[in-house]
């Protein structure tokens, strides 16, 4: 049920609340933002109301549906894909709810530095792919010299130190795990 998933988000620590990705009915949506404020514990728990309107039923349904969350209790508000800085300054202008930006670099909205956001007016932005992009486009390099050379010697990208790296994703952890239950 909704009230379980929120409860259940809540106690395990995550402190935001994203609810759906896709276009919904806007009242299916408020009742889903009610369910997570009604049934927030924690007062530090953000709940992000994302609306993907903008690309499907334009602008204005977009806002409208921003407007609805914000009324529903949604503490941040996430319109989806404005595909200008002017739709960007007039969702933040228009919008009594701070409001989260989504940058992703070849997607629909402008790539703004954190200096132009806040100036636009937004009070959060994600990254979400930018570091994948960027780690993709050095493992395709790799993977060429692989090809071509035959050897990941003499590779010109720099590589994570692999003790530093196992540190980083658990494995001393693991290890000391499998000592203690083996």
Known sequence: SRRRHTRYISVTGVQTCALPIWVIDAQDMVAKIQV??????????????????RT??????????AQLYAQAGADVLFVESPESEAEM???????????????VEGGRTPVKSKAA??????RMAIFPVTALLASAHVM???YQQFQSQGSSQGLSVPLHDFQQ???LMGFDWVAQFDRDHS
């Open 36 to 53: 997570a404020v009604q049934t927030r514990e924690d007062p530090n728990f953000l709940i992000i109301a994302r609306t993907d309107a």
């Open 140 to 142: 395709g390099e790799v």
């Open 165 to 167: 790296f196992s540190q």
């Open 117 to 122: 956001l806040q100036e636009i007016g937004y």
């Open 89 to 103: 300054r007039q969702i933040c202008a228009e919008l009594n709810v701070p409001c989260l930006a989504n940058m």
């Open 56 to 65: 499907t039923l334009g602008l204005d349904e977009a806002l409208r549906r």
